[in-house]
T-cell receptor, first 113, second 115 residues
Framework: SQQGEEDPQALSIQEGENATMNCSYK?????LQWYRQNSGRGLVHLIL?????REKHSGRLRVTLDTSKKSSSLLITASRAADTASYFC?????????????FGTGTRLQVTL | DAGVIQSPRHEVTEMGQEVTLRCKPI?????LFWYRQTMMRGLELLIY????????DSGMPEDRFSAKMPNASFSTLKIQPSEPRDSAVYFC?????????????FGEGSRLTVL
């Protein structure tokens, strides 16, 4: 089952604009991660934010986490055509004796010149 | 490091045939994960191993699916017999820590088409 629901499902912007993607989840988490997937490729880790953190930056990426609302956002500033990809949030959670990373539905980002 | 290596990258087979997907994790990673990606269901965790031992196989869809990890550098996911609804991209990933705590490193995936 999927933990995260992402919004929007698809986003189209022009190069230089900012892109914001949102993720909502249902259960308590250890951390929340964001991954990128280029068409036909595997997923690549972008950033991890722990449950006791509220904001994290990495280059042009800014991630926020609101555990009270069970939501996160990923902001990509000054987007480039190379940012065109699908972006997934993933929640790290414990279930009994297992520890899993559960992925959301993804946002398809298209950056045009 | 070469990253996580999966083979084959593409597999086309007929219904009823056996399919074996292979994965070589990153050296030193104690955790190995098998995910399946489809348009309808997204990314689903099928099974994961810690130190070659299966920890959680609750995501394995049915008995037709089996996974093994005979040693730290090799894992297989087998489907026997295959069905058209098994068509998907199967990803292997590895990690230094348990899946709920850290970054996963993914392979490029094996795209399976069952006719």
């Amino acid at each position: 089952s999927q933990q995260g629901e992402e919004d929007p499902q698809a986003l189209s912007i022009q190069e230089g604009e900012n892109a914001t993607m949102n993720c909502s989840y249902k259960t308590s988490i250890n951390n929340l991660q964001w991954y990128r997937q280029n068409s036909g490729r595997g997923l690549v880790h972008l950033i991890l934010i722990r449950s006791n953190e509220r904001e994290k930056h990495s280059g042009r990426l800014r991630v926020t986490l609101d555990t009270s609302k069970k939501s996160s956002s990923l902001l990509i500033t000054a987007s480039r055509a190379a940012d065109t990809a699908s972006y997934f949030c993933a929640t790290g959670e414990n279930t009994g004796t297992a520890s899993k990373l559960t992925f959301g539905t993804g946002t398809r980002l298209q950056v045009t010149l | 490091d070469a990253g996580v290596i999966q083979s084959p990258r593409h597999e086309v087979t007929e219904m009823g045939q056996e399919v074996t997907l292979r994965c070589k994790p990153i050296s030193g990673h104690d955790y190995l994960f098998w995910y399946r990606q489809t348009m309808m269901r997204g990314l689903e965790l099928l099974i994961y191993f810690n130190n070659n031992v299966p920890i959680d196989d609750s995501g394995m869809p049915e008995d037709r699916f089996s996974a093994k990890m005979p040693n730290a550098s090799f894992s297989t996911l087998k489907i026997q017999p295959s069905e058209p609804r098994d068509s998907a991209v199967y990803f292997c990933a590895s990690s230094l820590v348990a899946g709920g705590y850290g970054e996963l490193f993914f392979g490029e995936g094996s795209r399976l088409t069952v006719l």
